[in-house]
Nanobody, 126 residues
Framework: QVQLVESGGGLVQTGGSLRLSCTAS????????MAWFRQVPGKEREFVAA????????RYADSVKGRFTISRDNPKNTVYLRMNSLQPEDTAVYYC???????????????????WGQGTQVTVSS
């Protein structure tokens, strides 16, 4: 069992920045691909960014490419999401997710991840 705890959400003005953190409870963290998703009421959970256990590459949704950066610190069991140039449409609950399958790539569909954090609210005011 893996517990994921997110932090770093909040209220920010358009154009501002935030950094989200997600810390995992397991020391096997480096074997998990990690991802960030977001969700607004009435809509499906949306892929934002992902990074494999090695941290050797990253993958982003088109809507955040060039503005968001995912990274990880395996000794700290933590994955980050740096969000720059935030827009009102980025307002959502952000969730981190872990894929413990051992798949060497990264996945972009929510059902492919088996552990989830509780979510952290990001609100961007116009």
């Amino acid at each position: 069992q893996v517990q994921l705890v997110e932090s770093g959400g909040g209220l920010v003005q358009t154009g501002g920045s935030l950094r989200l953190s997600c810390t995992a409870s397991r020391r096997t963290f480096s074997g998990y691909s990690m991802a960030w998703f977001r969700q607004v009421p009435g809509k499906e959970r949306e892929f934002v960014a992902a990074i494999p256990g090695t941290g050797s590459y990253t993958r982003y949704a088109d809507s955040v490419k060039g503005r968001f950066t995912i990274s990880r610190d395996n000794p700290k069991n933590t994955v980050y999401l740096r969000m720059n140039s935030l827009q009102p449409e980025d307002t959502a609950v952000y969730y981190c997710a872990a894929d413990s399958s051992g798949w060497i790539g990264v996945r972009t569909r929510a059902h492919e991840y088996d552990y989830w954090g509780q979510g952290t609210q990001v609100t961007v005011s116009s």
